[in-house]
């Protein structure tokens, strides 16, 4: 069982930086994919970034060039990193964790997943 605890939203004009932080319990945390999901009001939720044990990344097109992921295995903690944020990134933010070397796109390939931490960027 992997719990999974979101931290670092908050609110920011657009052009500005946020923080994201994931820590998960779990004696294999380095052996997991690591997600970055989005919902924003009426829509589904979405890819954002993933990066896997041995740190191969990927991005969604919207955010490419812009967020980055990390993480740390010692501390059981992945990172999103969001720069030039707009508005269009107002949206809950949510970690998911899966036992696998593939970067999975879709919220039905991930096993756990944290609560969401709301980012909130204005114009």
């Known amino acids: 069982q992997v719990q999974l605890l979101e931290s670092g939203g908050g609110l920011v004009q657009a052009g500005g930086s946020l923080r994201l932080s994931c820590a998960a319990s779990g004696r294999t945390f380095s052996s997991y994919t690591m997600g970055w999901f989005r919902q924003a009001p009426g829509k589904e939720r979405e890819f954002v970034a993933a990066?896997?044990?041995?740190?191969?990344?990927d991005y969604a097109d919207s955010v490419k060039g812009r967020f980055t992921t990390s993480r740390d295995n010692a501390k059981n903690t992945v990172h999103l990193q969001m720069n030039s944020l707009k508005p269009e990134d107002t949206a809950v933010y949510y970690c998911?964790?899966?036992?696998?070397?593939?970067?999975?796109?879709?919220?039905?390939?991930?096993?756990?997943w944290g609560q969401g931490t709301q980012v909130t960027v204005s114009s």
């Open positions: 990066i896997t044990w041995s740190r191969n990344t």
């Open positions: 998911a964790a899966r036992a696998s070397v593939a970067i999975p796109r879709t919220t039905g390939g991930y096993d756990y």
